[in-house]
């Protein structure tokens, strides 16, 4: 007789499903990744939350790619939840998916796909060849055949802790498994009704409820899979520890500014960009450290002491 699994472990499947099929890129100490997601942009109107944050986003893509880093997109890059059109996505942010097109022409750029761009796991990739570039008036190739990814692993060349990336939605069935039904609602029900004031409540981002269940089950998962694990999804930056291997690189729509994670000299870095006035008055693009930085070998410490 076989019993159902609970929520939890119906969670832990999807999650673990998300790395059967997985991207691995490697783990040095040469490595440079910038881990951004939940950028959702949009098509200009009221509901664009990516558009007071764009030239931040600018900015960091900017100095990322100046300094040699690879761009790693941890899903709901692209709001397809409210809205039907990529193309129009794309004519409305040239100046995102031109620095884009730049990381991805140089090798520099993977993608994963989230609850919000889930429809890039099978057609997506079609309507992503070129971007239309209104400086030069002309098309231009953006991401010709790039693959959107459930899951990519970021293996650690000295063996000792990989590091695991999805999006984080898999540990919500309303935003996994049912995720046709949760688009419509959030496409005729909730976003006429976000103009209003009203928040989205099947959202963990805007549901404290929601997103502390689904970060408990995150948490769960990396601790009885002895993974390190970063996702986005829930908007609720956070940096793991050696107790809690878990790290979530926030959100691009926050309305003070965008926050993502650095990975640099296998160590991990919560950081955030912000708009700040200098004495002169000039507004500038600041980025700012948020917490201490985290060390592969700190995780596997703590594995190795539990092991004693």
Not at 54 to 66: G, N, P, S, T, V
Not at 197 to 218: H, W, Y
Not at 222 to 238: C, K
Not at 244 to 268: F, M
Request: aromatic content about 10%; hydrophobic content about 35%.
């Amino acid at each position: 007789m076989t019993f159902p699994l609970s929520p939890t472990a119906c969670s832990h499947r999807r999650i673990s499903r998300a790395f059967e099929n997985a991207l691995c890129l490697p783990l040095h100490s040469c490595s440079k990744y910038i881990l951004l997601s939940d950028c959702h942009r949009g098509v200009g109107n009221a509901n664009d939350n990516f558009l007071n944050n764009e030239y931040l986003y600018l900015a960091a893509l900017q100095y990322y790619y100046r300094r040699g880093f690879t761009c790693l997109e941890l899903g709901d890059g692209d709001e397809l939840w409210e809205n039907r059109s990529i193309q129009k996505i794309k004519e409305i942010h040239p100046r995102s998916f031109e620095l884009l097109a730049r990381f991805y022409a140089a090798g520099r750029m993977y993608a994963v796909y989230g609850n919000h761009d889930i429809i890039k796991s099978h057609s997506g990739r079609n309507h992503f060849h070129t971007y239309y570039c209104d400086r030069t008036l002309q098309e231009h190739p953006l991401w010709p055949d790039i693959t959107f990814y459930a899951g990519i692993i970021l293996k650690d060349t000295k063996g000792r802790k990989d590091i695991y990336l999805t999006h984080g939605h898999q540990a919500d069935p309303l935003n996994s498994t049912f995720w046709p039904l949760s688009r419509f609602l959030v496409r005729y029900l909730w976003r006429p009704l976000e103009k209003l004031g009203i928040p989205d409540p099947t959202s963990a981002a805007k549901n404290n409820r929601k997103k502390k269940k689904s970060e408990q089950r995150l948490v769960k998962w990396a601790v009885d899979h002895d993974r390190v694990l970063i996702t986005g999804h829930t908007h609720h930056p956070m940096i793991g520890t050696s107790h809690s291997p878990y790290c979530n690189t926030g959100s691009c729509v926050h309305p003070t500014g965008i926050t993502g994670i650095e990975i640099e000299n296998r160590c991990l870095t919560l950081v955030k960009w912000s708009t700040q006035a200098r004495p002169d008055l000039v507004l500038q693009a600041c980025r700012e450290v948020m917490g201490d930085t985290v060390c592969v070998d700190q995780f596997a410490k703590q594995e190795n002491l539990l092991m004693r």
